[in-house]
Antibody, heavy 120, light 108 residues
Framework: EVQLVESGGVVVQAGGSLRLSCAAS????????MYWVRQAPGRGLEWVSL????????NYADSVKGRLTVSRDNSKNSLYLQMNSLRTEDTALYYC?????????????WGKGTTVTVSS | SYELTQPPSLSVSPGQTANIPCSGD??????ACWYQQKPGQSPVLVIY???ERPSGIPERFSGSNSGNTATLTISGTQAMDEADYYC???????????FGGGTKLTVL
């Protein structure tokens, strides 16, 4: 069974930093593109970032480009999101999601999410 | 930037067919997929590659995509189908993912 477990969400002040983690199990982690998707309270889904199976390709939504960095450690079956220069508008539930081997596709498994709250 | 547009809400009577549209410029030239999200839960993929159902998704869920509109169809809608539904597509050239704004489906 595919499992994705996010962690690292906290309350942080604007301008601060934090790192989210996603522990994956139940599939060959190093075969798949992985995604971060966020959902602000009462709002819709917003794609944040993606990383290819080997970490060689990454991309970001314009709203986070230059402030957030995605990475992965295939030896640890883990996905990360380094979040710097945080803004109040980054407050959201952050989901880790599994894609396919191709760089951009659908997401067929999601974690339960971890909550990031950025205070002013 | 590319945008996907969905109606904010839709109502359907139990047993009837719900058609949830998602529009975008030449969306039919891309693959579309759909997620169901119930309150307090994570999204679940219900349709991918326009009209494919993942294992475990009931046959009453189907999809189509042509021209500028992708449509999620729920036949014989049940109370348990009440949820938010999001369409998603991607742009392979810019390597970006796009979500629609979501449609709240009410079954009453």
């Amino acid at each position: 069974e595919v499992q994705l477990v996010e962690s690292g969400g906290v309350v942080v002040q604007a301008g601060g930093s934090l790192r989210l983690s996603c522990a994956a199990s139940g599939f060959s982690f190093d075969d798949y593109t992985m995604y971060w998707v966020r959902q602000a309270p009462g709002r819709g889904l917003e794609w944040v970032s993606l990383i290819s199976w080997d970490g060689g390709s990454t991309n970001y939504a314009d709203s986070v480009k230059g402030r957030l960095t995605v990475s992965r450690d295939n030896s640890k079956n883990s996905l990360y999101l380094q979040m710097n220069s945080l803004r109040t508008e980054d407050t959201a539930l952050y989901y880790c999601a599994k894609g396919e081997r191709e760089l951009v596709t659908h997401m067929d498994a999601w974690g339960k999410g971890t909550t990031v709250t950025v205070s002013s | 930037s590319y945008e996907l547009t969905q109606p904010p809400s839709l109502s359907v009577s139990p047993g009837q067919t719900a058609n949830i549209p998602c529009s975008g410029d030449k969306l039919g030239d891309k693959f579309a997929c759909w997620y169901q999200q119930k309150p307090g839960q994570s999204p679940v993929l219900v349709i991918y590659q326009d009209n494919e159902r993942p294992s475990g998704i009931p046959e009453r869920f189907s999809g189509s995509n042509s021209g500028n509109t992708a449509t999620l169809t729920i036949s014989g809608t049940q109370a348990m189908d009440e949820a938010d539904y999001y369409c998603q597509a991607w742009d392979s050239s810019s390597v970006t993912v796009i979500f629609g704004g979501g449609t709240k489906l009410t079954v009453l």
